[in-house]
T-cell receptor, first 112, second 111 residues
Framework: GENVEQHPSTLSVQEGDSAVIKCTYS??????FPWYKQELGKRPQLIID?????GEKKDQRIAVTLNKTAKHFSLHITETQPEDSAVYFC???????????FGTGTSLTVIP | EPEVTQTPSHQVTQMGQEVILRCVPI?????FYWYRQILGQKVEFLVS????????KSEIFDDQFSVERPDGSNFTLKIRSTKLEDSAMYFC?????????FGPGTRLTVT
């Protein structure tokens, strides 16, 4: 089955700096890669996603890149703010209705 | 914006007891899922459900677990005889297509 690895497990940045979280996957059949943000005690919320036919996608301060050949994808947050502090999970999936395979999470702390 | 809802928010039960966790998926969604998250760990898939049957399940989803869609709105997860290691946050999710929307979770504590 699919194995998703995520690094780093913890990340601290100064407010205004950029944060990068990286994930790798093992199943070449995976073609959909969402990112979730989970604040303490709350539900995971989808913040951005990318499909395998696209190399990069951007939404305001958040961007995701995908390298299918190397089987890795990354989340980039620019101009970080304290409210970006949360645990971020990457995931991989094959198609609609299939399970998401989650990474182990990155705890991001933005220091004011 | 419609959201997935779950009840109860917290369930405490004794080892060996049966529990039923309830979810109301978003109304036009066709795919339903249960995941669990042990404290401090990653989210793990349990089961997916489509067209009134299980479409995929993980190794965690053994004979102690079952799912049901008893009516047009609810989606339930039953654990027949709970074990200490079943203590976790259980998330229901639903999707119309690729995006999966998560509920707020039920924290299950088995004592």
């Amino acid at each position: 089955g699919e194995n998703v690895e995520q690094h780093p497990s913890t990340l601290s940045v100064q407010e205004g700096d950029s944060a990068v979280i990286k994930c790798t996957y093992s199943d070449s059949a995976s073609n959909y890669f969402p990112w979730y943000k989970q604040e303490l005690g709350k539900r995971p919320q989808l913040i951005i996603d990318i499909r395998s036919n696209v190399g990069e996608k951007k939404d305001q301060r958040i961007a995701v890149t995908l390298n299918k050949t190397a089987k890795h994808f990354s989340l980039h947050i620019t101009e970080t703010q304290p409210e970006d502090s949360a645990v971020y999970f990457c995931a991989a999936s094959r198609k609609t209705g299939n399970q998401f395979y989650f990474g182990t999470g990155t705890s991001l702390t933005v220091i004011p | 914006e419609p959201e997935v809802t779950q009840t109860p928010s917290h369930q405490v039960t004794q080892m060996g007891q049966e529990v039923i966790l309830r979810c109301v998926p978003i109304s036009n969604h066709l795919y339903f899922y249960w995941y669990r998250q042990i404290l401090g760990q990653k989210v793990e898939f349990l089961v997916s459900f489509y067209n009134n049957e299980i479409s995929e399940k993980s190794e965690i989803f053994d004979d102690q677990f079952s799912v049901e869609r008893p009516d047009g709105s609810n989606f339930t997860l039953k654990i027949r005889s709970t074990k200490l290691e079943d203590s976790a946050m259980y998330f229901c999710a639903s999707s119309e297509a690729l995006w999966q929307y998560f509920g707020p979770g039920t924290r299950l504590t088995v004592t």
